[in-house]
T-cell receptor
Framework: EPEVTQTPSHQVTQMGQEVILRCVPI?????FYWYRQILGQKVEFLVS????????KSEIFDDQFSVERPDGSNFTLKIRSTKLEDSAMYFC??????????FGPGTRLTVL | GENVEQHPSTLSVQEGDSAVIKCTYS??????FPWYKQELGKRPQLIID?????GEKKDQRIAVTLNKTAKHFSLHITETQPEDSAVYFC???????????FGTGTRLTIIP
């Protein structure tokens, strides 16, 4: 059964540095998402992406964040200048339809 | 925006007994309600979902019920087994909105 994959599984970075989190969605899916989960808190929506553009973003997804689908398989989340409060588990998800979403294993981002 | 409340935060049941987790949502327009299971260190796994045009859906030992009038939905697990131990998240969205709003999670422990 195909699954969403994410790399790296754990990323440690210094405050102010740029990070890129990578995702490979399920191959025939058209909808792509990023969520994050701060330790001990609920999963929070960041952004959705469809037809090569952002379709919705949350208030968390400010100018420091960007997403890109650079080729037919990858979907990336970039954080330009990381802050301590960006430390969280970041989940990529994809779906063939607009609501049913399948999650990747996550990238744990630690900002020091 | 949508707000989803989930109860209880922790639940322990004897193996073989049933478990029920409840969620309420605030936006009466929401019409898609998935449930995710997250084992320690693993991805959130979609286990069952329900749309607002039905009141109940079953898949083997798990079932979800929806009460649109009261704006709540529940996950029922019967004949619980040790492998059911995990954190369970409910979520809600309006089809086409794409953004899932999650509950805070329930840590279910099955006692052998």
């Amino acid at each position: 059964e195909p699954e969403v994959t994410q790399t790296p599984s754990h990323q440690v970075t210094q405050m102010g540095q740029e990070v890129i989190l990578r995702c490979v969605p399920i191959s025939n899916h058209l909808y792509f998402y990023w969520y994050r989960q701060i330790l001990g808190q609920k999963v929070e929506f960041l952004v959705s992406f469809y037809n090569n553009e952002i379709s919705e973003k949350s208030e968390i997804f400010d100018d420091q964040f960007s997403v890109e689908r650079p080729d037919g398989s990858n979907f990336t989340l970039k954080i330009r200048s990381t802050k301590l409060e960006d430390s969280a588990m970041y989940f990529c998800a994809s779906g063939a339809v607009a609501d049913t979403q399948y999650f990747g294993p996550g990238t744990r981002l630690t900002v020091l | 925006g949508e707000n989803v409340e989930q109860h209880p935060s922790t639940l322990s049941v004897q193996e073989g007994d049933s478990a029920v987790i409840k969620c309420t949502y605030s936006d009466s327009a929401s019409n898609y309600f998935p449930w995710y299971k997250q084992e320690l260190g693993k991805r959130p796994q979609l286990i069952i979902d329900i749309r607002s045009n039905v009141g109940e859906k079953k898949d083997q030992r798990i079932a979800v019920t929806l009460n649109k009038t009261a704006k709540h939905f529940s996950l029922h697990i019967t004949e619980t087994q040790p492998e059911d131990s995990a954190v369970y998240f409910c979520a809600a969205t309006l089809w086409g909105n794409e953004k899932l709003t999650f509950g805070t999670g329930t840590r279910l422990t099955i006692i052998p």
